[in-house]
């Protein structure tokens, strides 16, 4: 066997076994940690925890993640074409500060308006992105102006709500089940029926895979593109609607705060590569209960709300770096 010009030695079989059990290994945890930490974290909470396992407080947790679910998901369609979506809680706010603007008109298009506002948010960030601006950078504009224009609308105050259809949208069951969950999960079929069955699915896939490939094959990439940033914006005006519902309050200064962060972490955890080209909508839907768990035990146990944060990006980090060794880079 002669040596390779560089002078490295030749890889040994040995050594490429010992390469490819580190690589599975990696990959498995790429894939499945999230489970295992959400198990891992369960159990803690079932022990150390008082009270946890009441029918009240896991309702009050699949209530409260259920917002963050909605945009983890729009947010993992985005990083499957390879871009990202730092607006979203921007776009939670701005969807906070209209609705008691049009609520004289009724809650049904108080609710159409935030909606389409999400959507012109998305619109904007699609197109920019579409036209060759980094996403990363596109959309950090909007993080900043977005708050900014949510609490223009708002005139920067708070604003209570008592309205029955938006209390019943944050707060009201279907067969005991929290319509908000019923919402997420309702959110996370149709997104896997997309990826799985329809055009548009494949097209974003392609995208994230191989981008000047997808072009060459005459791909519409930039309506693509576009299309996906739309969906993230409508699914994050969403998720503002049923937290001003559940609160009972649109504020505009702290609707959607760093829900990107958590958003992103639950999409890196739950196994969607940051690369793009790969999704997945039940490791996502894991990593955003996941997200919320933590900051439910990190409360119950008297810590700082700090604490959370920094656990999530001790998360995050490690996700991205697993991603990176299994990418072999």
């Known amino acids: 066997m002669t040596e390779p010009l560089s002078g490295t030695p030749a890889p040994t079989p040995t050594r490429m076994a010992g390469r490819t059990g580190a690589a599975g290994r990696v990959t498995w945890l790429s894939d499945y940690g999230v489970y295992l930490a959400l198990g891992v974290l369960l159990s803690f909470n079932l022990v150390f925890t008082p009270n946890f396992a009441t029918v009240a407080n896991l309702r009050l947790q699949l209530v409260q993640v259920a917002p963050v679910a909605i945009v983890a998901l729009g947010m993992a369609l985005v990083i499957g074409t390879g871009g990202i979506d730092l607006s979203v809680g921007s776009t939670m706010a701005i969807a906070a500060a209209l609705l008691p603007l049009y609520l004289g008109y009724g809650p049904w298009p108080a609710i159409a308006v935030a909606v389409l506002a999400g959507a012109a948010v998305g619109l904007v960030n699609g197109g920019l992105v579409a036209y060759g601006i980094q996403p990363i950078v596109a959309t950090l504009g909007l993080l900043v102006a977005g708050r900014g224009v949510a609490l223009v609308l708002a005139d920067g105050r708070l604003v209570e709500i008592f309205d029955p259809t938006l209390a019943a949208i ?5 067969l005991g089940v ?24 494949r097209r974003l896939l392609a995208v994230g895979g191989n981008r000047p490939a997808a072009l060459l094959a005459g791909l519409p990439v930039r309506r693509t593109l576009v299309t996906v940033y739309v969906i993230s914006g409508v699914l994050a005006a969403m998720a503002g609607v049923l937290t001003t519902g559940r609160q009972s309050a649109s504020d505009p200064s702290f609707t959607g705060l760093l829900i990107e962060l958590s958003a992103i972490t639950a999409v890196v955890v739950g196994g969607t590569p940051l690369a793009g080209g790969r999704v997945r909508i039940l490791g996502t839907l894991m990593g955003a209960l996941l997200m919320q768990l933590i900051i439910a035990t990190v409360i119950q146990h008297d810590l700082h709300d700090s604490t959370a944060r920094m656990i999530q990006a001790a998360i995050i980090v490690a996700a991205v770096y697993a991603q990176r060794d299994r990418s072999g880079t």
């Open 178 to 201: 929290p319509l908000a969950v019923l919402m997420a999960l309702t959110v996370a079929a149709a997104a896997g029926f997309v990826l799985r069955r329809a055009a548009f699915g």
């Open 170 to 174: 944050g707060g009201g069951q279907v």
